[in-house]
């Protein structure tokens, strides 16, 4: 991985904005720009402004605005524009660099715009404040904050996206394979003109994390070249996190085998995709009246876990959820873990064909996990579809969850000798080559409902968590991450959490050396 500014290609702009911006020019923006303000933790949004302009358009309101982000009324969705984002980014920057008053419009004091061909080149014209910059940037290259924690630019309806990407950036084992080299986008000969490589734009993400730049980055790039691999997923509307993290490692797998003339859907891939998350899960299915039992063995990037309701609120006679107090909608981690093996009775519309019988009978089904993987994630269903009422729900249960998990109980060995008496059985290899104990570093989290709602990311790293919103990084403590409601989580081998925290004292700016050896 290297540090060069690679040639981006922004994903095609709104038609409408681009319409405007032909007529208007930038001039809207610099108009606009007076009325942005920044929060201390240096989130910008539009302020109300001391006059009555300007107003929305749609619902002819003022009221502050909570993210600096464009929407097109037209396309009924948020467009991302390079052009504004260095507009807002270059209010936040002056709204800590700038005098004690803090008014005086950017577009007076900082830049001068001229225009070559079809780019705008902004220009600093003021001396004294290019050495603020400078100086500002000096110092959040030496800030507290571990190396590698930067904000993500909403690119429009892209929280999806950000908060998956801030963890696989600080997965160990993953972060260790793209700063070691492993995948070099200036060298690699997967990427063509007509096709790009999802690894290259995710090493060129790495390279921008790691570059000790604490400013906000856009992964632009990235984004189109994501669009690219999964086209019926390519557009700005709202995703779902869990449904990106699937395509991204089965795009980076995919490129694999097709450059090693491997079979597609080899459980022993070696990718680094298949080698950091992938697990093997035993699913056994025993004939209820004879006892004979199938084995079969499948492989996974995560485990989808559902919601332990053990101690869901009762419903009245009318069929209507009591209102629950704080600790009955509470949820376990490990409840949904037991819940996942535990052996469960098929229906009878379900019965399966018995090789001992010679016949179709009721049968039970359990799960265990075969082989723990180096990063287990773990998703959360929340979202469930009925097919009776043909209607989609959130389920808004918080989960309670140890930062230190210890998977025995729910490997086959385990599962299977607990089946039978905790009797000794013979097990294959596998499944000691890997620690049960892991440690939590991310957790990806949801708020709002169904239709509507926004990711988040927690990352939990030297023991301390941050909260990734975008382009917006915070020091939380761990109450804020138990007081939201979990979508996934990711855990990694303690030795390998261990090993990132003692090499994160001394870090240095190089994205050549391997940092985190196994």
Known sequence: MTTGNPSYTNPKPCKHLADYKLNHGLSGYKSLQKHLKTAPHGKTSVGKPSTKTPRCISCDGFQDIERAELYCCVCCDQVYDPDFDKAVMSKHIMGITGDKNGDESIGKRLVKRRRLGSGVVEELVDSKISKQLISMRDRRAKSCYPLGLRGLNNLGNTCFMNSVLQALLH?????????????????CRKRSVDQLCLSCDIDVVFSAAFSGDRAPYSPAQFLYSWWQHSANLASYEQKDAHEFFISVLDGIHEKEVKSRNQNRDNGDCQCIAHGVFSGLLRSDVTCMTCGFTSTTFDPCVDISLDLDTSNFPPKNTANKSIKPDANSSMST???CLDLFTRQEKLGSDSKLYCQNCQERQDSAKQM???????????????FEHSPVTKMSRKIDRYLQFPLSLDMTPYLSSSVVRNRFGNRIFAFESGESDISAEFEIFAAVTHAGTLESGHYVNFLRLRNQWYKCDDAWINEVDEGMVRA??????????????QKANEDWS??????RRNMFGQ
């Open 171 to 187: 997965a160990p084992p993953f972060r260790n394979y793209f700063l070691s080299g492993g995948h070099n986008h200036e060298t």
């Open 333 to 335: 981690l490990l409840g």
């Open 368 to 382: 265990s996990i075969k082989r723990l993987p180096l990063v287990l994630c773990l998703h959360i269903k929340r």
């Open 484 to 497: 939201s409601q979990c979508y996934m989580m990711f855990y990694v081998q303690k030795s390998l959490y």
């Open 506 to 511: 001394h870090l240095p700016i190089s994205p």
